[in-house]
């Protein structure tokens, strides 16, 4: 079965550190993306990568870094520099980046801060 | 500045009655449009997408609405069942102009009553 998987599940941070979450896909899918769920918001896109070896910005990429070293993973580093990183975090994927090509989700990654 | 907007963020609806979910939009570059939904801690599931060269898509149950000089797109469940209580996100792409990337409503969370 093709799918995409976040891990872990939950995740706990102290202050200052830095934490890396997982997102795998055997979708061969070209595109991935990382977003962001807080209450009463929408999905916010952090990074998205539309090749291996490139990744651009989204609309809130402060303190977090990703990298596409390979086609299905497509790693996320919370680091210490984001300043609220308490949320649920979302990667997708998709088949190619144009139009008419939706995204499939992972599970989601809940982290917070203790 | 939210382009995508879902201005009802809950909903309960009888079983077996229609529900309307509202979706409105601010780009008129947007193109494409895709509807989620997602049960807590999941992430979000594809439900129903629609061009713009069309005003109405129809997969079962779920009938997705378009109306371009309003921005304006709704979902509607006929009937409703239980089993689609859940967070209902909107989502819209401008493809056309080069853009791939959704850009997401805060989401509807639809209560279904037995």
């Known amino acids: 079965d093709g799918g995409i998987t976040q891990s872990p599940k939950y995740l706990f941070r102290k202050e200052g550190q830095n934490v890396t979450l997982s997102c795998e896909q055997n979708?061969?899918?070209?595109?991935m993306y990382w977003y962001r769920q807080d209450p009463g918001q929408g999905l916010r896109l952090i990074y998205y990568s539309q090749i291996v070896n490139d990744f651009q910005k989204g609309d809130i990429a402060e303190g977090y870094s990703v990298s596409r070293e390979k086609k299905e993973s497509f790693p996320l580093t919370v680091t210490s520099a984001q300043k609220n990183p308490t949320a649920f975090y979302l990667c997708?994927?998709?088949?190619?980046?144009?139009?008419?090509?939706?995204?499939?989700f992972g599970s989601g990654t809940r982290l917070t801060v203790v | 500045d939210q382009q995508v907007k879902q201005n009802s963020p809950s909903l309960s609806v009888q079983e077996g009655r229609i529900s309307i979910l509202n979706c409105d939009y601010t780009n008129s570059m947007f193109d494409y449009f895709l509807w989620y939904k997602k049960y807590p801690a999941e992430g979000p599931t594809f439900l129903i997408s629609i061009s713009s060269i069309k005003d109405k898509n129809e997969d079962g149950r779920f009938t997705v609405f378009l109306n371009k000089s309003a921005k304006h797109l709704s979902l509607h469940i006929v009937p409703s069942q239980p089993g689609d209580s859940a967070v209902y996100f909107c989502a819209a792409s401008a493809g056309a102009s080069g853009t791939y990337k959704y850009i997401f409503g805060t989401g509807t969370r639809l209560k279904v009553l037995a």
């Open positions: 979708l061969n899918h070209d595109a």
């Open positions: 997708a994927s998709s088949k190619a980046t144009g139009v008419g090509y939706g995204y499939t």
